[in-house]
């Protein structure tokens, strides 16, 4: 998946997205990457978020979770 273009589309549809990784979380071995989604789509200041192992692990939780909220996600 190209990450810059789903940043783009999430950007253009009002979607504030975050990645990050964490240097010690990574050297803990615990998960290091977290994604946070928020924005105008969404009510009540709801965030997407989750941590995992990897930035596809991330997707993979947030992405369906995005779409039920009525975003459109480039394939």
């Known amino acids: 998946m ?10 253009e549809q009002g979607v504030t997205v975050l990645f990050k990784v964490g240097a010690e ?5 615990t998960k ?10 969404f009510r009540d200041d709801l965030l997407v978020r989750t941590d995992a192992v ?3 692990a991330c ?10 909220l009525g975003v459109v996600i480039l394939d």
């Open 2 to 11: 190209d990450v810059v273009r789903l940043r783009e589309s999430l950007a």
């Open 25 to 29: 979380r990574l050297s803990d071995g």
């Open 32 to 41: 290091p990457w977290t994604f946070v989604a928020s924005g105008t789509p």
């Open 54 to 56: 990897s930035l596809e």
């Open 59 to 68: 997707l993979r939780v947030c992405l369906p979770q995005l779409r039920e």
